[in-house]
């Protein structure tokens, strides 16, 4: 019988046998200890006898160890007890010394990036490195017990897609049997059309984007938290969203506060209501900064990066709240995509909002043109075809019979990022992808 | 506000408004009802008044409808409830016919998959057809909370690689930037890695393979259901699989009851617990079938497709079981791949096997070979090369420290055509993929 790190406390004078990495090595003479650790964390070992000293000396970090010994409580131990006297059995023997030392936090300066991820193995053997992935596993669970609560159906949508529809230069392109096929941008159009199958939808999966360049915001492959949901208006469709962020903070900072504090950061502030995140417009904010900084936006399309931040920073201070609902969005300029939808009332506006989380975009929504014939003429204005194959599923279910409806993306990684306040949203992806970036 | 059908049966005597499709229209003169689909159902609506009659006239299927009406208690109308005396909105209209009949179940014959795929946002909205997706759906979650209640982490693995480490033929590539990528056969690589780091870990992800061929068994895009965990042995491992397909099993049937007897399916049979899943050796299969058939496949690597229907068919008539694991792979044959592990005691063979269900592999499961010297010299003798790029995060992983360990990957598909026993793995993927098919 294996005991489990997290379990020791609860054989306090017992004997048990323990299974794991040996983690650290002090062996002192007078002192010697060990830590071992196993899926659930870490436990201390004290070791006195001269013949197991002995065995641990040529032992390297890493070694696969079976540890029997007896569970003695000591409050300055992890997990309140630790092993004494213990009979030491190497499972799995390590020669070499791992490259990088994995028993304290590794550096996340942005020089330090490449160490960490061309080691990611090792490094994420970290405990501290693990809280961000452990966490971020907890975050996609509470996502869908959220939509699952409110009665979306999961979804798989292809990623391998005969045209890149939206957007194209950001696409990778494959050959599939002699054909070009592209890799999905989004789950957009397959997303909607499954609200008229099943009215509210939720996918967690893939998303490529060749991004050219490499900065601190953009991977080229990611997740995605794509909903979307039939016979709903756009203030519901923000609410929803705020609905599900006040979620995710709270019962992440209640599942995991101590990987949080890990890394020395504070819970979100939310407002309680998602009717209570600020609404601001993109003219407001343009307003607000010039006014704040002279810096001159106003009249711009989009926010800057530098507006995101110090809007998200006004909020905080002024409204509580580390989120902000960017509105305003043009429906007569670039910003606006065909298969957005304009407000009735002012059809100069769209349905459409971005969500700022602590400084940066992490979520776009908006309403979706669900009448067939304004879709199209939206597509032709905006130079499509709509007789292309690539339209021709898409438009088949607006033609026969689609409800209002709206939806959001949300990058799983940039938001997981923000939780833990990390500079690059790379470092809340296990394998990070990127123009420099292919492996391991 | 606005009722769903699912629960129309709590408002009989009151008034209610439902939204939803114009799912079926009957006209007769003296009795015209329609029914209405929304997420949860259909509503069967009596429609008396003879503007209501009139205004319903022109409508096409499909079209969205908002209804008001009183609810009346009816035994024999879906859900026990029906509304009377209705007074009808359009909200979207529909002007063309669709181009298939969604109130009755569609054909899935072999001649007229290809009419079911090319139409599949209307094809969906039939209920029959939804069956499949919405027990899919739940197939997930049950995977998801078993592997969480066994203190799995979920991870995301890259699908975008540099190299095809494992295989090669059947492996799409892509311009990455101006280098070669190659889209993620399988997470093998990933979650061994992992395993190293969360000890067990588990996904459920695309997964890509250039198959060359149509066949019924195949598709180049689908999801796996992977596995992977650490502290292990064989017998476990192959227990861990059967309890999780029989966890699957029951709780789908509990769930999803109604969604089999849709498609007149019964339940599997399985024992009540793994250990008693029929373990059966290749070559014990040979020598069965020989007897059996007089077809000789003796001596053979694998087991045929027939084979494997008539062990079933065996194992279930004689054991009362659905599910058997084929066991006694050779560990000196091609079927044996560089990072499995021969059997200690038995060199000759490898610690895995495969789960037949219903007549199909819908599982591989293996035990791994964890020790770094060892792996280095597999991967050697069967042609690889260790100092390869493509292999250094993966060979650093076992250089530096993993435990015993195994696991496997069950597609997503095949599972569920098996539980609906379609005749295509394609009948279970919303859009699915094959050499012929990459749209919509």
Redesign the interface.
């Known amino acids: 019988m294996?005991t489990l790190a997290q379990d020791i406390a609860k054989n306090i004078g017992g004997e048990i046998t323990i299974?794991?990495?040996?983690h650290k090595k002090r062996l002192l003479g007078g002192l010697n200890f060990i830590s071992l650790r196993?899926?659930?964390g870490l436990v201390q070992i004290l070791v006195e006898k001269g013949e197991e000293v002995e065995k641990l000396r040529g032992l390297?970090?890493?070694?696969?160890l079976s540890v029997q010994g007896n569970v003695i409580e000591d409050d300055r131990a992890p997990g309140g007890a630790e092993l004494h006297d213990p009979t030491i059995t190497v499972?799995?023997e390590?020669t070499?010394e791992?490259?990088i030392e994995i028993d304290k936090p590794i550096s996340h300066k942005s020089e330090h990036l490449d160490t960490l991820f061309?080691?990611?193995?090792?490094s994420?053997?970290n405990i501290h490195e693990?809280a961000i992935?452990?966490t971020?596993?907890i975050v996609?669970?509470i996502t869908?017990n959220y939509f699952?609560e409110h009665?979306f159906?999961?979804?798989?949508?292809?990623?391998?897609?005969?045209e890149a529809t939206e957007g194209g230069a950001e696409t990778?392109?494959?050959?599939?049997?002699g054909?070009q096929?592209t890799?999905a941008q989004s789950a957009q159009f397959?997303k909607q059309?499954?609200v008229?199958?099943?009215?509210?939808v939720f996918e967690i999966?893939?998303t490529?984007r060749?991004e050219?360049s490499a900065t601190t915001r953009h991977m080229?492959?990611f997740?995605t938290i794509d909903c979307e949901m039939?016979?709903i208006n756009f203030d519901e469709l923000q609410n929803r969203l705020g609905d599900l962020i006040i979620t995710i903070v709270n019962e992440s900072w209640e599942q995991c506060e101590p990987h949080f504090k890990s890394w020395n950061v504070t819970k979100a502030q939310l407002p309680d209501s998602a009717e209570d995140i600020p609404r601001i417009t993109i003219d407001e904010i343009h307003e607000m900064y010039f006014k704040a900084t002279k810096t001159d936006y106003r009249g711009e399309d989009d926010t800057h990066p530098e507006e995101e931040r110090w809007i998200c920073e006004w909020t905080k201070k002024n409204k509580g709240s580390d989120a902000v609902f960017v509105t305003g969005w043009s429906a007569k300029n670039k910003t606006f995509k065909f298969y957005h939808k304009a407000d009735t009332a002012n059809p100069d506006f769209a349905e459409r909002a971005d969500l700022l989380f602590r400084g940066v975009e992490i979520v776009t929504l908006s309403m979706r043109q669900?009448?067939?014939k304004k879709l199209v003429s939206q597509l032709s204005a905006m130079g499509g075809n709509p007789d292309a194959?690539?339209y021709?599923?898409?438009l088949?279910?607006f033609?026969?019979?689609?409800?209002?409806h709206g939806g959001f993306g949300l990058g799983?990684e940039r938001l997981v990022e923000k939780l833990f306040k990390l500079n690059n949203v790379k470092e809340a992806?296990?394998?990070p992808?990127d123009?420099n970036r292919?492996?391991?």
């Open positions: 294996r299974k794991g990495w040996l196993d899926r659930s390297q970090i890493g070694t696969i499972m799995v390590v070499d791992p490259p061309d080691n990611r193995p090792i994420l053997r693990q992935f452990k971020k596993d996609c669970q869908r699952k009665n159906t999961e979804i798989h949508t292809p990623k391998l897609l005969a990778f392109t494959l050959d599939y049997f054909k096929a890799l397959y059309m499954m008229g199958v099943f009215e509210r999966g893939s490529y060749a050219p080229s492959e997740i039939g016979f669900h009448e067939y194959a690539g021709a599923a898409y088949s279910a033609k026969y019979g689609m409800p209002p799983l992806s296990l394998f992808r123009i292919l492996a391991p």
